[in-house]
């Protein structure tokens, strides 16, 4: 039976905590908590799921948003339709970029702001992260893209950051041809 996980609000102040490294394997909870979190955002992207579960659409969550301070994200990415690519990442770390800055045309949105922020994100448009896997091997993604945005999104959470940090709040939105939207 699926039960939907308990994530925090963003008055929350544990989510502006920064998480600490993973060292340790993961324990059975952990790696059964990764798997609910795998779960949900799976079904959160699948319409007949997420309506009969009430849930709102997202590709990522971190463990920060489930109270626990440590370094681990799952992204769960529709590459094609109806087809999933689960991303889970321990000590995630970005360590190369391109040059060129993208943003969501339609803003970003997060599990943990129940509400519409309006603004454009700047990020990343093609980035390399390497972390470890849930063995604590190392490996690295290139990542492009709505990819690229989701796992820039996710770390700023293990260093407490929340997207609607990154808006310029002077000038919320960008024009097409000062910055790239998709």
Do not use: W
Not at 110 to 130: F, K, M, Q, W
Request: glycine residues 4%; contains cysteine; negative net charge.
């Amino acid at each position: 039976m699926f039960k939907e996980l308990e994530i925090l609000d963003e008055s929350n102040k544990i989510l502006r905590n920064k998480s600490v490294d993973i060292t340790e394997p993961l324990t059975k909870e952990e790696k059964k908590l990764v798997q609910r979190m795998i779960d949900q955002l799976t079904y959160s992207q699948i319409e007949e799921y997420e309506k009969k579960y009430d849930l709102r659409p997202g590709m990522g969550l971190a463990f920060p948003q489930l109270g626990i301070l440590k370094r681990l994200i799952v992204i769960v990415h529709e590459y094609e339709d109806g087809k999933f690519h689960n991303y889970v990442m321990i000590n995630p770390k970005i360590v190369s970029h391109s040059e060129e800055i993208i943003a969501a045309d339609a803003g970003e949105g997060c599990l943990s702001v129940n509400r519409d922020v309006d603004g454009h994100v700047p990020r990343y448009a093609r980035i390399t992260v390497e972390g470890l896997d849930e063995n604590l091997k190392k490996f690295s993604i290139r990542a492009r893209e709505e990819l690229a945005i989701a796992f820039q999104h996710e770390i700023d959470h293990l260093d407490g950051i929340l997207f609607y940090d990154r808006i310029n709040k002077k000038r919320p939105f960008y024009l097409e041809d000062e910055i790239r939207l998709i």
